[in-house]
């Protein structure tokens, strides 16, 4: 299938059982937010997938049927409480020094 833009993305298909990969391009790597998920459409049917782009680059897409969660959110409040413990340990250190 052709690669979509932003936004909603419309694919006519006959009745059947589908995989469906979602990724974001980037530099390096090539792919990232890579999401799988199979659906089988039935004749008549109208199916509604909806993809989500995770918050830390590295982590696995959110794919399937709306609404989706953003994922690595765990990972981004861990980063910043460990960035923000740092800067205030460093900052005591400056000032009580």
């Known amino acids: 299938m052709p690669a979509a833009s932003w936004g909603r993305a419309h694919y006519p298909t ?3 059982r589908y995989d469906v990969q979602v990724f ?3 530099l390096i790597p ?3 937010g890579v999401a799988d998920y199979t659906v089988v459409v039935h004749p008549g049917q109208f199916v509604e997938l ?3 782009m995770p918050l ?3 982590s696995r897409g959110s794919l399937g ?4 969660r953003y994922s ?5 409040v861990a980063v910043a409480l460990v960035v923000l413990v740092i800067t205030l340990v460093l900052m005591m250190l ?3 020094a």
Not at 65 to 68: A, I, R, S
Not at 72 to 76: F, L, S
Request: hydrophobic share 45%; proline share 22%; charged share 10%.
């Open 24 to 26: 974001v391009p980037y």
């Open 14 to 16: 006959w009745p059947g």
């Open 56 to 58: 830390w680059v590295f």
């Open 50 to 52: 909806e993809y989500k």
């Open 72 to 76: 690595g959110v765990a990972v981004i």
């Open 30 to 32: 090539p792919r990232v």
């Open 94 to 96: 400056v000032l009580y």
């Open 65 to 68: 049927p709306p609404p989706q």
